[in-house]
Antibody
């Protein structure tokens, strides 16, 4: 059973960088066929896809966030991380990591999710 | 404003049938597979339907999915109070080059 767990600060100051890590267990990031995603949910709102990374290190981002986002893979291939720069209150959300099926450059069918972590942007 | 349009809420009595719609365009639903997610308050979404109409292992056949043109539908039969949750549709949008989701529908079992 694949499990994902997000970790990182729950409070970030405006203009600073949000950094989160997702730890994968019960399965391998290096198994092909999957992209490893970050998805966020603003309070009381819908889901917003942030981007994904493949085990090769190739990453793809939502164009709406691309200028501020970096998703990277730890050399251990057990963790993958999210960095979001220049945050504002609009970045306050629950951040989830999730595994998605890989179809070419498309990630979909998110079958395993972390429990989510609330990140609040406030001074 | 979400790219995919869902009704904010639907309701039905226990044991009844209900459907949730997800409307998109040719750049998303019209040319890609749709997945559906169930989310209880304070928990992560759970994959309910993938590839328009397929159920992951462990998902009861009371849940069904379908797609026609630029719209998709999530169906429930034999509604249970435990089905009360938020439901989201999602797919890839070719024009936006991004995964897009609906705004979510709150299902109330009266």
């Amino acid at each position: 059973q694949v499990q994902l767990q997000e970790s990182g600060p729950g409070l970030v100051k405006p203009s600073q960088t949000l950094s989160l890590t997702c730890t994968v267990s019960g399965g391998s990031i290096t198994s092909g066929g999957y992209y490893w995603n970050w998805i966020r949910q603003h309070p009381g709102k819908g889901l917003e896809w942030i981007g994904f990374i493949y085990y090769t290190g190739t990453a793809y981002y939502n164009p709406s966030l691309k200028s501020r986002v970096t998703i990277s893979l730890d050399t251990s291939k057990i963790h993958f991380s999210l960095k979001l720069t220049s945050v504002t209150a609009a970045d306050t959300a629950v951040y989830y990591c999730a595994r998605g099926a890989r179809f070419g450059v498309v990630s979909r069918d998110f079958d395993y999710w972390g429990q989510g972590t609330l990140v609040t942007v406030s001074s | 404003q979400s790219v995919l349009t869902q009704p904010p809420s639907v309701s039905a009595a226990p044991g009844q049938k209900v459907t949730i719609s997800c409307s998109g365009s040719s750049s998303n639903i019209g040319n890609n597979h749709v997945s559906w997610y169930q989310q209880f308050p304070g928990t992560a979404p759970k994959l309910l339907i993938y590839d328009n109409d397929k159920r992951p292992s462990g998902i009861p056949d009371r849940f069904s999915g379908s797609k026609s043109g630029t719209s998709a539908t999530l169906g429930f039969t034999g509604l249970q109070t435990g089905d009360e949750a938020d439901y989201f549709c999602g797919t890839w949008d070719i024009s936006l080059s991004a995964v897009v989701f609906g705004g979510g529908t709150k299902l109330t079992v009266l």
